[in-house]
């Protein structure tokens, strides 16, 4: 099986898309011609043409809003969002038209489009190309939120996406592009080629949306989290000894909440861990659901790991980012409550 | 460097309440003044039209000039007859807000021309995104006036299932895309929509809506980017009524001179067009339209008009402007026009318009008994609690499963 990068299987996902469906177009700022700029529609223009991959002007709102239109008419726009710190021009268009197109219109119009957004942090992007906003896509009725932690699951979930009759937001740790980063940011990166999901099929295949994967069995506590951050704990059970379950949500709207409760009822103790603010974040939904579904399992406090609640920092990155020394610190004490 | 202190600037409408209206300011050229150019016309060689106002019928009810549209009487007739529903229309929904059978209402009075006008122009399968002043496009495209009211009433044969404010219809079939109630967000979208059609090198063209005030909105930017740059085959409608519920048109349109003027700078060419004149609305749109389906591109038509009426069932125009300020605007009533016109052809006459009146108020009132009988907002049939949690998405999520479970539905 070919190995490929997120980049690659992200672009792979596209093109297939596209070869299948001629409704599916692609467009977004610098996507056309020269391919985006962290390349992952390079390509696509000169295979399928101008009409269904084309450079945008810098409106995020016009590129969703002509997207929501698009959909109307019956395209399925799969559209970028430079980095998703640029959507907040967009997200009126976002939260009042693409998400509520199908109620309000009780299904006389729909809204298949997917929003591609680079996300995260880790590459010293200072405070406009680190930030995690998933919690202001996962509050909202009608959305459908993913994030890929690996480049067998970013291609299947995308296809998944694109063929999704409901707006998908689509967020994709822009730290995991060329490589599994465990935040030990001071160790040489890792190709995805030495990586087993680093291997995709190059054709057509789609994962579920709304279905997590465990990464690594355990026994002794669950850990819940997402994109990046699945590195960094598996890293850290590995480092700690902790037989900690490692649960990559995948998506988190719709949320495999079975898969939550069946680890946390074995388990008994539970850490919520994301890159994201921590104040509102989507931890505070993880722990709050844990809390009402497994409370008479739970031997511990649910523990939250998350960003500080500042802004993203740029010289600061690694003392914000909630590395393996947090992490870890953190799942001992977790272990140690009594 | 000079001493001289920096002077803030607030635009203030001509009159507020107590005073005299003035709109001295509108200058209205003479009907059949304003040159029709060709639809291939470079968009610089015609902009003085977007600080005109293109005109048809004159003060003696003639169709003058360069404008005059291929209608026959009975076209026109049928287009009375169309901006006389949606007043009746009007004049029973807004009673049946205050007899509490609904929760708002918001009523077209004055800007019939415009909405039931540019409905004829357009062909089956083109697609409007509306605002929620423009219920014209359903009543002239022949929509049933039952199934407009029980979306008013939110009752149990509501399209809409009782999701959307009243007013805010949606019929893909009728070429009317779901109304957001919020500002300026469907302009875009069908600029994109348009996007759409061409890329899939089809025949549609979209129409987009606005009002004045929501010009100011970063998507109307948006939109006339977007549609500049792909030549999008859209008419971008702006209806000046020049009134933003209690803010003046000034405080939108700045020192621009006129809205349609802002398409200018985009190279897109614009009309200005007067909104009360039922023929002139429609030889301007069949200009656009035309020009969008030979790929010329985008237009941008500002419609003069007025909004005789409150902004909604919940405002008072009384507290921002002169009572009688209606009575002063300068382009008259878009039904009394448009009569007028029909009885100086000899195609009308007094009798027959009282007896057109009886006849519409009773099909409205027809209508509206019907309504009523699936139910009203706060009695009879309404739809189901379980209803609520359906269309969120097109499958029902685990989340939303325990919800309904919750409520017991």
Not at chain 2, 10 to 39: C, L, M, N, T, Y
Request: aromatic share 8%; charged share 20%.
């Amino acid at each position: 099986m070919p190995r490929m990068t997120m980049i690659e299987s992200i672009r792979s996902a596209m093109d297939v898309s596209m070869g299948r469906d001629e409704n599916v177009v692609v467009y977004g700022e610098d996507v056309g011609f020269f391919g985006g700029v962290f390349r992952c529609t390079h390509g696509l223009q000169q295979k399928y043409g101008v009409n269904r991959c084309f450079d945008a002007p810098i409106s995020e709102a016009g590129i969703v809003g002509t997207a929501i239109g698009m959909a109307a008419y019956g395209l399925r726009p799969c559209i970028e969002i430079q980095f998703a710190d640029y959507m907040y021009p967009a997200y009126d268009q976002i939260v009042s038209e693409a998400a509520r197109l199908r109620y309000r219109s009780n299904g006389d119009f729909t809204c298949p489009i997917v929003i591609r957004m680079p996300t995260g942090g880790g590459i010293f992007g200072g405070q406009t190309h680190s930030q995690s906003p998933e919690a202001l896509f996962t509050h909202v009725a009608g959305l459908k939120t993913v994030v890929p932690s690996n480049p067998y699951d970013a291609k299947g979930l995308l296809i998944a996406a694109i063929e999704d009759p409901d707006p998908v937001i689509f967020l994709e740790p822009k730290r995991l592009y060329n490589g599994p980063f465990d935040g030990h940011h001071d160790r040489p990166v890792t190709p995805w080629s030495k990586h087993e999901l680093g291997e995709v099929p190059e054709g057509h295949f789609a994962l579920p949306l709304g279905k997590a994967a465990i990464r690594r069995e355990g026994s002794a506590v669950t850990i819940i989290t997402y994109g990046t951050m699945v590195h960094v704990a598996e890293a850290v059970a590995q480092e700690t000894g902790i037989d900690a379950e490692v649960i990559d949500l995948r998506t988190l709207v719709p949320l495999d909440l079975d898969t939550i409760t069946a680890s946390v009822a074995k388990t008994g103790r539970c850490m919520v861990l994301h890159e994201a603010t921590l104040t509102s974040g989507f931890g505070a939904e993880l722990a709050a659901l844990v809390q009402e579904n497994c409370f008479y399992h739970l031997e511990a406090p649910v523990r939250r790991v998350a960003g500080w609640d500042t802004p993203y920092p740029h010289a600061q990155e690694w003392a914000y980012f909630p590395g393996p020394a947090r992490v870890g610190q953190a799942l001992r004490e977790i272990m140690e409550s009594r | 460097m000079t001493d001289t202190p920096l002077r803030f600037h607030v635009p203030q409408p001509a009159s507020r309440p107590g005073e005299q209206p003035d709109f001295s300011h509108v200058v209205i050229p003479k009907a059949g003044s304003v040159e029709r150019p060709p639809v291939d016309v470079d968009p610089k060689d015609i902009r003085d039209l977007a600080y005109s106002i293109i005109r048809v019928l004159d003060r003696e009810g003639q169709a003058v000039g360069p404008w005059v549209p291929d209608l026959s009487p009975d076209d026109l007739i049928r287009g009375l007859r169309h901006m006389m529903t949606l007043r009746s229309f009007d004049a029973r929904m807004q009673m049946a807000q205050r007899q509490g059978k609904t929760s708002f209402y918001m009523q077209h009075t004055g800007e019939e021309a415009v909405s039931c006008a540019f409905r004829i122009a357009l062909s089956d399968g083109d697609m409007n995104f509306p605002t929620y002043r423009q219920a014209g496009l359903l009543i002239a495209h022949e929509y049933p006036l039952v199934d407009m009211m029980c979306q008013i009433y939110s009752n149990g044969r509501d399209p809409l299932k009782g999701r959307q404010l009243p007013v805010m219809y949606s019929s893909k079939e009728s070429g009317f895309f779901s109304i957001s109630g919020n500002l300026t967000t469907q302009f875009v979208q069908a600029v994109g929509w348009a996007m759409a059609s061409a890329i899939k090198g089809d025949t549609k063209i979209a129409a987009a809506w606005v009002g004045d005030g929501s010009t100011a909105e970063s998507d109307f930017h948006a939109a006339l980017v977007f549609a500049s740059t792909y030549k999008a085959p859209v008419v971008l409608n702006v209806v000046n009524n020049q009134w933003a519920i209690s803010t003046f048109q000034g405080i939108a349109r700045g020192g621009s001179g006129t809205f349609a003027a802002r398409g200018l700078g985009f190279g897109i060419p614009a009309l200005r067009v007067d909104g009360n004149d039922y023929l002139a609305v429609y030889a301007a749109a069949q200009w656009a339209i035309e020009r969008a389906r030979r790929n010329l591109g985008p237009t941008l038509v500002e419609y003069v008009t007025y909004r005789a009426g409150a902004h909604s069932t919940s405002d008072d125009p009384s507290a921002y402007r002169p009572k009688q300020e209606s009575d002063g605007w300068p382009l008259g009533d878009p039904l009394l026009r448009l009569k007028e016109h029909l009885i100086a052809i000899g195609a009308w006459s007094e009798e027959r318009h009282t007896q057109t009146q009886a006849e519409i108020l009773e099909t409205v009132i027809a209508a509206q008994k019907e309504a009523e009988s699936f139910g009203t907002l706060h009695s009879g049939g309404k739809p189901s609690a379980r209803d609520m949690f359906e269309g969120v998405y097109a499958e029902l999520p685990p989340h939303l499963r325990r919800q309904r479970q919750q409520l017991g539905v």
